[in-house]
């Protein structure tokens, strides 16, 4: 065949990657569903109930932490890397549930905690008794100063200082997390090449992708240098209590080092040897947009998020700025969007605080999922949960317990998903591990099903909406002017382009838009709308408006 025949035949175009533009649904298994009676959820109830979650209409299922661990930290503390704990099962039914999955079309994402094990791992246990064993350097261990205090100031992201005294070596180790979960030493290549084992086993049995916890805690400053004061006008930490000490410091050296981008290499030459898969990174840092950007550079991560859109700030400039920053940082990376999960209040709460209308949920959920990337959403999300008051009596979370009353910690939102209306929710046939609320049986899933104005119906049209509008999976995004309630921007690619606009106040609010040229409004989301006239955008309390833009 001549050359000129050859430039006749079109060339076969890769599809894009299946997480591009996902909605991955995070599944909680603590709280999903309980098959066995212990109050306790487990991975028989997630195999029993994903045809619900396929219903909504995501591409992924991310399923928390449900190895075999202690608890201390409810399986974010790891005994061992391979084995499911026997609360949630065993492995046959890990491997049920990854079949059940694929045969509905869902991909599976597991949690991997890299930077640090359960004090119970056999690793720590070995390591811990003496200075000169095989694990001896597989923790991160230091002598203490002359006056018998810690080698330095490092604090625990759950309050109090990063080291705890071992007394059969005669050292500190570090945790920045519980005492209970001592920091692995990444600077040991035996450490590095047995968690990439470890996630290998997990591939090995048919996962689709990897949620990497905390994963830019996985390296420390190995001179174990003093991290400096923050101004007391910054002393408020992402993610933290605002009573939380932690916040009173730039964590410039026990988190975020440079040795971590070869080890993400390391990482991205292993999953590229399995088809589809992807690494979701947790980044929680001083600048973490910054840490999002150089963490998904090519050969990395393939994508990640931060916490800058769980914290409390809703407002149109917060939204736009942290877009925009990471846009302009990373312009070729592709980012995740969440603003729920298993460590803050519930968006509705926090963004709504007690003045969230009734298709509040909804609305949130079609923001997030109109922003340029794909999305993680928190189980209870799609039926509009508001955080629960759980009693301090009924506290399960050491972190809350320890910052009670001026921080509650993180069982309100970690309380059982509700399937009924019965006392129990339909969670569990025995007393659940947390309460499940009573304003929460009013929004159970059988009580949305039969309403077709509820929150759940409303996030299973915003899904299949979503679906029929390329430009909102693929498309660029530009921001254009915004007020102190009204968030828009322009969704673009080569085909078009479309206006969207969000008022997150529960007022009715208007925008002047000058120069937009609207051709059409866009419906079938099923939200309050608002119209365009005389350039000016109205938007009714919680209202959005999309719309055809002609080309410029």
Not at 90 to 111: C, P, Q, S, W, Y
Not at 120 to 132: T, V
Not at 196 to 206: E, I, P, Q, S, T
Request: with cysteine; charged share 20%; net charge negative.
């Amino acid at each position: 065949m001549n050359t000129a025949a050859k430039r006749l035949i079109p060339s076969a175009v890769a599809p894009a990657p299946w997480w591009r533009g996902a909605t991955i649904y995070q599944i909680y298994p603590r709280s999903f569903l309980d098959t066995n009676g212990d109050g306790v959820g487990d991975l028989p109830g997630i195999i029993e109930r994903l045809d619900y979650v396929a219903s909504l209409g995501v591409e992924a299922i991310w399923v928390s932490p449900f190895f075999k661990s202690p608890m201390a930290d409810f399986g974010y503390d790891i005994a061992d890397y391979r084995a499911v704990d026997p609360i949630f099962g065993t492995l046959e039914d890990f491997d049920r549930l990854v079949a059940k999955a694929h045969g509905l079309n869902l991909k599976v994402i597991i949690d991997q905690v890299l930077s640090h094990t359960s004090d119970q791992h056999a690793w720590f246990k070995e390591s811990r008794q003496s200075r000169d064993n095989p694990k001896s350097d597989w923790y991160v261990w230091a002598d203490a100063r002359e006056d018998g205090t810690p080698p330095n100031n490092w604090l625990s992201i759950f309050g109090g200082v990063a080291w705890t005294w071992e007394p059969r070596r005669g050292q500190y180790y570090l945790h920045n997390f519980l005492s209970e979960q001592p920091d692995l030493n990444f600077h040991n290549a035996d450490v590095r090449q047995a968690s990439l084992d470890n996630m290998r086993f997990w591939l090995d049995r048919g996962v689709d992708g990897l949620r990497l916890d905390a994963i830019n805690f996985c390296f420390h400053d190995a001179a174990l240098r003093d991290n400096p004061a923050r101004p007391k006008h910054l002393r408020k930490a992402k993610g933290v209590s605002a009573d939380n000490p932690y916040g009173f410091q730039w964590h410039r050296f026990n988190n975020t080092q440079p040795e971590m981008l070869p080890y993400l290499e390391d990482i991205r030459r292993m999953l590229d040897e399995y088809p589809d898969v992807v690494a979701l990174g947790e980044i929680s840092s001083d600048d973490s947009t910054a840490t999002v950007a150089e963490y998904t550079q090519p050969g990395r991560l393939h994508m990640a998020y931060s916490f800058e859109l769980l914290s409390n700030d809703s407002s149109p400039a917060h939204i736009r700025a942290t877009v925009e920053t990471l846009r302009q940082r990373a312009p070729q990376s592709w980012p995740c969007w969440t603003i729920s999960n298993h460590d803050v209040e519930r968006v509705v709460s926090r963004w709504g605080r007690s003045m969230a209308a009734p298709h509040m949920a909804t609305q949130l959920s079609c923001l997030v999922a109109c922003l340029r990337g794909s999305v993680c959403v928190f189980q209870g999300e799609e039926l509009g949960l508001a955080e629960a008051d759980v009693p301090f009596e009924s506290l399960r979370d050491p972190y809350g317990i320890a910052f009670w009353p001026t921080f509650k910690g993180r069982d309100g939102c970690r309380t059982p998903l509700p399937w009924d209306a019965s006392p129990r929710g339909g969670f569990s046939s025995a007393e659940p591990w947390l309460p499940v609320p009573h304003q929460h049986l009013q929004l159970s899933v059988e009580a949305q099903e039969s309403d077709t104005s509820s929150a759940l119906h409303g996030f299973r049209r915003l899904l299949e909406w979503r679906k029929t509008l390329p430009l909102l999976i693929n498309g660029d995004i530009e921001f254009v002017a915004s007020t102190t309630s009204v968030l828009a921007f322009r969704r673009f690619d080569s085909t078009g382009s479309m206006l969207a606009a969000f008022n997150l106040s529960g007022e009715p609010a208007s925008l002047a838009l000058p120069g937009i040229s609207v051709l059409h409004a866009i419906g079938g989301h099923g939200l309050p709308e608002g119209s365009f006239a005389s350039a000016t955008l109205q938007l009714p309390g919680h209202g959005v408006a999309f719309f055809a833009l002609a080309a410029p």
